[in-house]
């Protein structure tokens, strides 16, 4: 049975429990993110991609995560100033979550299973792995980490359209 992604109960960064059925019928960008981390300055692109698709349908989720040599250290107001003050991020930032291992996130265990990674892994690899997911909840793609937020909009453009 599918999960319904919009169900799933997040922690917003300001330590509100929420679900994802706000932005049901939007097109979602999940991504885990870090701010010590040599692809931080992928928040710039994350947040240009936020500003030019918000009205047209696009909701990019930062999910903190500090699995990855420790490379999200601080608690959730530092994470949320440091990405204001340095990247200007307005899109919703949530509490710092595990997206492997015994605790992983429900919703990074529902993105797993529905977009496998290389070869079928299962594992997010690395901070700003990315999740794309159409209006309707499916599970579009998995971006690497590498692939930089401006390389995948064509392919939110395709999912806006529908």
């Given at each position: 049975m599918k999960t319904d992604l919009f169900a799933i109960e997040c922690q917003t960064i300001k330590g509100e429990n929420v679900t994802l059925d706000e932005h049901r019928g939007k097109a979602l960008l999940v991504v885990n993110t870090a701010s010590k981390c040599g692809f931080t300055p992928q928040y710039k692109g994350l947040e240009s991609l936020h500003k030019k698709y918000q009205?047209?349908?696009?909701?990019?989720?930062?999910?903190p995560c500090n699995q990855f040599r420790e490379q999200e250290p601080e608690g959730e107001g530092e994470i949320a100033s440091f990405c204001e003050r340095n990247f200007g991020v307005s899109f919703?930032?949530?509490a710092k979550v595990d997206v492997n291992g015994e605790n992983t996130h429900p919703l990074f265990s529902a993105l797993k299973t529905a977009a496998p990674g290389l070869l079928g892994s299962r594992g997010v690899k690395w901070n700003f792995t990315k999740f794309l997911i159409a209006p309707d909840g499916k599970t579009v793609k998995r971006f690497a980490p590498i692939t930089r937020p401006d390389k995948i909009e064509a392919e939110i453009e395709k999912l806006l359209k529908g």
């Open positions: 009205d047209k349908g696009l909701v990019v989720l930062g999910f919703p930032l949530f």
